[in-house]
Every structure is written in C-alpha cells, then in structure tokens.
C-alpha cells in the first residue's frame, strides 16, 4: 500500500524555523518526482515546492523562495521541507504529494503548521 | 502562471441527479505529448484530497463509472451521473503542465 506520512508542523513563532517530513513506503520512492502542497481556508490548495527523482532539480513559489528549501533522502525514502524565516502567512496544512506525469497519485495525511506569536 | 478559474463554488445535489462542474484555464494545458496535463480532484471532509481523473477524462484506479471528465479547449468539465450521499467533498480542478502547479477554488457538493 502506498503511503505518505508527514510530520514535523506545530506552533513557531515568526521569524521561526521548522523542517517537515514526509517519509514514503509501498513504492519506489527514488523514482518519483515529488512535491509540496499546503492548503488554508482562506487560500484553498497553493503549490509550494517539488523536487526531481536525484535531488538536482529543484522549484519554488514565489511566495516561499529564498525562505524554503526541499531535499530528500531517497536511502531514507524521505522527503523534507526546510522552512526559514517563517510569516504569519505560511500557516496552514502541509501535505507532500507524489507527482506522475503532473498528477498527484497520492497525497499524505497533511501536518499543521502554524506560525504566531 | 496558469490561472484556473472554477465554477460553481457551491452546488447543492439531491441524491441519484446528475451534478456537473466547470474549470477553466488561463492558457492552453495541451502537452506536446498530446495529453491534457488537468486532473480533478475530491477531498472529503477531514481527508487529503484523492485524485478522480487524469490527463482530462481518464478515471483513476478505484473510481466510479458515474464520474467523468471532458475537455474542450481550454474549458474542462467534471459530471457526476448520479449523485450519492459519499460524493460531499470539495471538488479542485488542476494543472500539471508547468510549475507553479496551481489549483481551481474548489467546488463544495453538498446533499441537499
């Protein structure tokens, strides 16, 4: 069975650091493209970063550039997201997505993320 | 970027009528491998949204008959042939052919 599963959100202040994780199983994790999606209320479903198979290839939103950044360990089967510098903004549910051929064919279960003083 | 534009954001269903959702893109989606990078996509309350159809009208694995998907252009329709109590949800329309990846605003079926 293929799953996702994040971890690593909570409480941060601004200005704050947090580094999630999304460890993979049930497929070949190193041949996958893979991506971060977050979601609010108020913005609904926004991409935020993806990754290539090897790590060489990297993409960002605008909105995170500069702040964030994706890695992973494939003998981990583990996908990450540094996030720096956080804003009251970049508060919302975190999920990693794995890509095939620019669809996500599985979603993991989301982590939290909230940034506040 | 590539803007995707849904309608409506909210439709009402009565159970076993049909239900019909419209996105729409800012640019065309066509791949030059001929295939049309749009999926739809359903979350159900307190769940990840799961993948419905791919590449405009293929269902995805475990999917029912009543759900398809069609493309005309740059205009994309999701249909629901009857609709059931387990189909509530928010429905999001998407675009895989360039980053930034970019979402419709969601469309939420409730049972009337």
């Known amino acids: 069975e293929v799953q996702l599963v994040e971890s690593g959100g909570g409480l941060v202040q601004p200005g704050g650091s947090l580094r999630l994780s999304c460890e993979a199983s049930?497929?070949?994790?190193?041949?996958?493209?893979m991506h971060w999606v977050r979601q609010t209320p108020g913005e609904g479903l926004v991409w935020v970063s993806r990754m290539d198979t090897d790590g060489r290839t990297t993409n960002y939103a605008d909105s995170v550039k500069g702040r964030f950044t994706i890695s992973r360990d494939n003998a981990k089967n583990t996908l990450y997201l540094q996030m720096n510098s956080l804003r009251a903004e970049d508060t919302a549910v975190y999920y990693c997505?794995?890509?095939?051929?620019?669809?996500?064919?599985?979603w993991g279960q989301g982590t939290l993320v909230t940034v506040s003083s | 970027d590539i803007v995707m534009t849904q309608s409506p954001l909210s439709l009402p269903v009565t159970p076993g009528e049909a239900a019909s959702i419209s996105c729409r893109s800012s640019?065309?989606?066509?791949?030059?491998?001929?295939?049309?990078?749009f999926d739809w996509y359903l979350q159900k309350p307190g769940q990840s949204p799961q993948l419905l159809i791919y590449l405009g009208s293929n269902r995805a694995s475990g999917v029912p008959d009543r759900f398809s998907g069609s493309v005309s252009g740059t205009d994309f329709t999701l249909k629901i042939s009857r609709v059931e109590a387990e189909d509530v949800g928010v429905y999001y329309c998407?675009?895989?052919?360039?980053?930034?990846?970019?979402f419709g605003q969601g469309t939420k079926l409730e049972i009337k």
């Open positions: 997505a794995r890509d095939v051929a620019g669809r996500y064919s599985a």
């Open positions: 049930g497929f070949t994790f190193s041949s996958y493209w």
């Open positions: 998407m675009q895989g052919l360039e980053t930034p990846y970019s």
């Open positions: 640019q065309s989606l066509l791949h030059s491998n001929g295939n049309y990078f």
